[in-house]
Structures are given as structure tokens and as C-alpha cells.
């Protein structure tokens, strides 16, 4: 660009330099020998200086100075306008090269940025991307890069320290918010309030190995949500301890207090919550596993032992707070302190519950366990188990292209994803099992399934979540024969399987006038 500037000025002086000399525009020497203007002289001083003869030379001479000199001005103002004629078309082939190079520049940016982004999405090996942009150059796009390191612009050294006992690198959290923002359109950073989410867990890097990563990973809550990691570390094991927190909980707690800085303009930082499943929540707030008698991050109730840990009560419950929480009111559930609770955040409410790992992959899988394999008195039979799976095939053809996965048969229980059991729980279970099941297991399982469809939908929750926990609630007190069974004698056995069915479902038995009931549904 700068070259272009620099020829277009020596091509614009180069003409201004072949225009005709300026003429001055100088009255003859013998009108500039007058002392005064001619008008200001009085004739009887005109007529002694100079003769009428001489006037009459005078005036020949200038006239004829006069149109030589006009002659050479308009000579001059038609060169002047060729010059700036080049000079405009010089501009305008000027501008539209620049303006062509722009938008090649911003069709080649956006090709690399949407190349980055599809090689990360879809885990696009280096070895695989390296060949593709080798192919992409010998076609003509020569100016993206010749590596995936640059292209996914990899940084070549990182400050790795030892911190938890595993190695660990820190990316700061306000600036990888503000390369965020750059991301999206002006409009959609018109804010006053940015809302942040946050997710920390451990996943195995190699089959091979025992080597793992627990990356703290922070989410823009903006459409699209954007996901971007604050700390990585990486080891043969979890975190010995919570230091691997501290950067991210002390710079997070300045963005809340005093909030970031973007386009001149200040922004709140607000945190909405923390991501986790059950391990990884018990150790980020240093609380016991969900295993232990004490290890309920909601209520303050010991567990019972039923085969596991189990917590039975629902009723005149002391609930866990902030305050409680904070105080450790309750010495057995914590193991100690955590950074976590230097953030202004409510250390209860802001860690939600896991419904993946709690709902589907928990109840709704042990549920299905229960029916398939249980005990005899709960336990179906293997042709009603063939019909179940029959009646999931047959709505295969039913289920559309929103669905990840189409229903499969109860014989390859084991390898349900907890999108199928997600699916089972709101849809397709209340089909497949009518007519089959009990009627008592059945409205069983009704109550908690459609307090599961109240609870996901954005609309419903806003009316009848006191509804949907009175279910829930009605589900667990209704539950105690099919999960409560310990194992005894194959006599004691015998006896109690004659009074179990008795005992699970006594009065008031379960029936539709038994359920909660919600006039508007």
C-alpha cells in the first residue's frame, strides 16, 4: 500500500513538472515606471511625460502583451486540468486496487479464521491439516500458512510451572475474554452486564496412558456461547490440592468487583455458575464424595446404607446455604477450605446439580436395571422385555433429525448413551411401557418422569416447579422396595418377595387420585 501511495505522488509530480511555465501576469516597463496608477494621474502630468505617439506605441505594445498572456493562461489552465484528470483517475485505480487487495485480504483472513475454527471443532490432526494447506497454496491461495501451528497460531514456548503436582499453564482471563468479544458483531457487545460460566473436570488424554488434564474452562454466555480455557494442567492423577485454582479465582473475583474495560466502555462481570459433575464438585469446594454418609451438598442429612449411600428423607429437611456452607456448619461434609469461596457467589445455588450423570445415567439407567434384572417382584418378564424393544424399534422411523440417536433395544442396555436414556425418560418411556408395566410402577415412573419434563423446559419451570417437586418428592417416598432391598437368606428372601409387592405399594396405593395433582395439565 505503501508502494502505491509513492508511485501515484511521483507520477502526479512528474506531470505537474511537463504543464507550461506560469506566466506572470506584469503590465509592460513603461506602465511600472509610472509612480502611480494611471487613474490617479491627471492628464496635464500624462501629457507632459508622454507623448500621444508614444501612447499609441504603449498601448500597441501591451495589447499585444495582454493576448500572448492570455493566450498563455488558457494554454496553462488546460494543462492544469489534463494534470488533475490524471490525478483523479490515478485515485480512483488507486482505490479500487486498495479496495480490491481489502476484500481479498478479508476473504483470506476469513478463510484462515474458518479454517482454525472447522480444525478445531472436528479434531483435525497436524499432520492431516498440514496437507491440506499444502493443497489449498499449490491452488492458488498462497497466502495462508504452510503449517497447522500457524495457522492455529500455536504459541512456540509456555510458562509451565508445577503447581498441585501436575504441570500447569495459566492463560489470562481478561485478555482471552477480550479476543472473545472481538469475535463477535459490534451490536452484540452493546452490553452492560456480561455473564460468565465456568466448567472444571479431568478427562484422560491417551488410552495408553494414565495420563490426564483438568483444564478450568470459561464460557461467554453470549449467542453463540464461546468456550475458551483460563488454566490447563496435565498429569498422571488429579490435583494433589486447589492451588491450580488461584490465578482463575483471583482474577475472576477483580472482574466481578471491578469489571473489564472494552471499547472504552466499562462492562459488569457477572459469574452464573459452575459446571461440574459430582466428583469434580466435591473436590473444587472440598466437600466429601457423594458416596459418604455426609456427602449431600444440598441438605445436611446423614445417608443411609441400602447396597450405597442413599438419602431417603424429603421431608422437614435443614437445608445447606451460603452461610452454613461458608461457616462449615456441618464439620463432616467439607475437608477443608477452598479459593472458591473468596468469589462473591452463593457456594449452594451456584453449583448446579448434574443432571446427566444424576437423572439420566443415574436414576432412569437404574430404573431400567431394576425392571430387566431386578428382583422377581419388580422384575418384567423376557417377552414383555422383547415387546418393550420391539415397540423402541418400531418408533425409530417416528424420531426425527433433532434426536442424535434412535432408540435402540433393551438388550444392548449396557452401550445406551445418556442421550437414549434422556430420550427414554421424556419421550419415548411413557409410550413403550403403558400396558406393560404395572399400573403402580407405571405411575411410578410417570411421576418422576414428567417432573424431569417440567424441570427442562424453559416455559414449564417458570409455572410448575413447585408441581414438579411435589413429585419428585411423591417418587422418592414410593421407591423404598425397589431400591431399599438389602440382601438377605434365600430363606428370609422367599418370605419377604411374598410381601414385597404388599409392602412397596401399600395404602395409599399408587394411582392417578394418589398423584400431586395440577388442575391445568
Known sequence: MHRRYVHAWRTTRQALTKSPTHLECNPPAEVQSLDLPLEEQS????????????????????????????????????????????????????????????????????????????????????????????????????????????????PRQLDVKQISGMEYVYFPLTQKLQEALDSYSPDATELHCLDLSFNIDGLPLYKSSKTCMWPVLCAVMLDPVTIFPTALTSGLSRPTDLGFLEDTVRELGHLMNHGIH??????????????????????????????????????????????????????????????????????????????????????????????????????????????????????????????????????????????????????????WKATEFRQFLLYTGKIVLKGILPNDMYLHFLSFSVAMVILVCPSLVQQHSKYAKELLNYFVEKEDGAFRQKPTSSEKQTEKNSNCRENLFKEPRLSYNALPSLQST
Not at 46 to 71: N, P, Q, R, W
Not at 84 to 106: Q, R
Not at 336 to 356: E, K
Request: hydrophobic letters at 35%; charged letters at 25%; a negative charge.
Open 43 to 154: 492628464q496635464d502630468d500624462v501629457d507632459k511625460e508622454v507623448t500621444s505617439a508614444d501612447m499609441e506605441m504603449i498601448c500597441g505594445e501591451y495589447s499585444s502583451d495582454m493576448e500572448h498572456h492570455l493566450h498563455s493562461e488558457n494554454v496553462e489552465e488546460q494543462s492544469r486540468a489534463a494534470t488533475w484528470e490524471v490525478i483523479n483517475s490515478l485515485n480512483e485505480s488507486l482505490g479500487s486496487d486498495l479496495e480490491e487487495e481489502a476484500e481479498d485480504d478479508s476473504r483470506d483472513l476469513s478463510l484462515a479464521a474458518e479454517l482454525s475454527t472447522w480444525a478445531s471443532e472436528h479434531q483435525i490432526k497436524h499432520n492431516a491439516l498440514d496437507n491440506l494447506l499444502k493443497l489449498l497454496q499449490r491452488h492458488g491461495h498462497n497466502e495462508l500458512p504452510s503449517t497447522a501451528r500457524t495457522l492455529l497460531h500455536t
Open 262 to 415: 472494552y471499547r472504552g466502555r466499562k462492562i459488569k462481570v457477572n459469574l452464573r455458575c459452575f459446571v461440574c459433575d459430582a466428583p469434580a464438585r466435591a473436590l473444587v469446594k472440598n466437600i466429601k464424595l457423594f458416596s459418604g454418609y455426609f456427602g449431600c451438598d444440598r441438605c445436611e442429612q446423614k445417608g443411609e446404607w441400602f447396597n450405597r449411600v442413599t438419602y431417603q428423607e424429603t421431608a422437614d429437611l435443614k437445608l445447606q446455604t451460603d452461610e452454613t456452607f461458608r461457616n462449615q456448619t456441618q464439620v463432616q461434609h467439607h475437608h477443608g477450605n477452598t479459593p472458591l469461596a473468596h468469589l462473591p457467589i452463593d457456594m449452594v445455588q451456584n453449583f448446579p446439580i448434574d443432571y446427566m450423570h444424576q437423572a439420566c445415567l443415574g436414576v432412569m439407567k437404574r430404573l431400567l436395571l431394576i425392571w430387566t434384572r431386578g428382583d422377581r417382584v419388580v422384575r418384567v418378564s423376557a417377552s414383555q422385555i422383547l415387546e418393550i424393544s420391539a415397540r423402541l424399534r418400531s418408533l425409530q422411523k417416528c424420531i426425527p433429525s433433532t434426536f442424535v440417536r434412535k432408540p435402540r433395544g433393551l438388550e444392548e442396555l449396557e452401550r
